[in-house]
């Protein structure tokens, strides 16, 4: 099993800031088969990114995915209100799926 | 617009079998180009992956759970099920159910919006 250790656990920051999140694999992971979910309280996850950097649909441009290997990185680029909220990587090149313990990112 | 819901008990007692369904509605299940999954969230927790099934019949199970897993499909009702017997305190989540495309593309683009089960201890 893959295991995915997101850093850091909490991020406060101002809104107009940005945010960058990182996750790392305990092995390596295809790029192609990485994501990113978005969770606000009380809601299902969201899927924000998808093979590591491609936006699923609707997603604001603000948000960027990158990374390859074990390493993959997460960016908010000036934060709306709306982005705080908590985050999850995830990756599906293996099973069983795997996510990350998530990410919130909170106001300052 | 495809929606998935859940469905089901609220409260399992222990050692009982836990049991949801899920109803997709805005696209026929059938159509063979996804995998549904069922995905689980304790308060406050992260979230693990219990299984997914295609329509074809085949399925997979986290190893952690497959000994008291199935995951089962009714096309005629555009619906999929959980069954997790033997339930424990350690069940109690909220228990979404999820789509997954078939070629790997991308996972979880449409999530039900979740149902809370409770396992008292």
């Known amino acids: 099993e893959i295991v995915l250790t997101q850093s850091p656990g909490t991020l406060s920051l101002s809104p107009g800031e940005r945010a960058t999140l990182s996750c790392r694999a305990s092995?390596?992971?295809?790029?192609?088969?990485f994501a990113w979910y978005q969770q606000k309280p009380g809601q299902a996850p969201r899927l924000l990114i998808y093979?590591?950097?491609s936006r699923a649909t609707g997603i604001p441009d603000r948000f960027s995915g990158s990374g390859s290997g074990t390493d993959f990185t997460l960016t908010i680029n000036r934060l709306e209100p709306e982005d705080f909220a908590v985050y999850y990587c995830?990756?599906?090149?293996?099973?069983?799926?795997?996510f990350g313990q998530g990410t919130k990112v909170e106001i300052k | 617009q495809v929606q998935l819901q859940e469905s089901g008990p609220g409260l399992v007692k222990p050692s009982q079998t836990l049991s949801l369904t899920c109803t997709v509605s805005?696209?026929?299940?059938?159509?063979?180009?996804?995998?549904w999954s069922w995905i689980r969230q304790p308060a406050g927790k992260g979230l693990e992956w219990i299984g997914r099934?295609?329509?074809?019949?085949?399925?997979n199970y986290n190893p952690s759970l497959k000994s008291r897993v199935t995951i089962s499909v009714d096309t005629s009702k555009n619906q999929f099920s959980l069954k997790l017997s033997s339930a424990t305190a350690a069940d109690t989540a909220v228990y979404y159910c999820?789509?997954?495309?078939?070629?790997?593309?991308?996972?979880?683009?449409?999530w039900g919006q979740g149902t809370l089960v409770t396992v008292p201890s």
């Open positions: 999820a789509r997954a495309d078939l070629s790997g593309s991308y996972e979880f683009d449409y």
């Open positions: 093979g590591a950097s």
């Open positions: 099934i295609h329509t074809g019949g085949s399925t």
């Open positions: 995830q990756q599906y090149g293996s099973s069983p799926r795997t």
């Open positions: 805005g696209g026929s299940i059938s159509s063979g180009s996804y995998y």
């Open positions: 092995q390596s992971v295809s790029s192609s088969y």
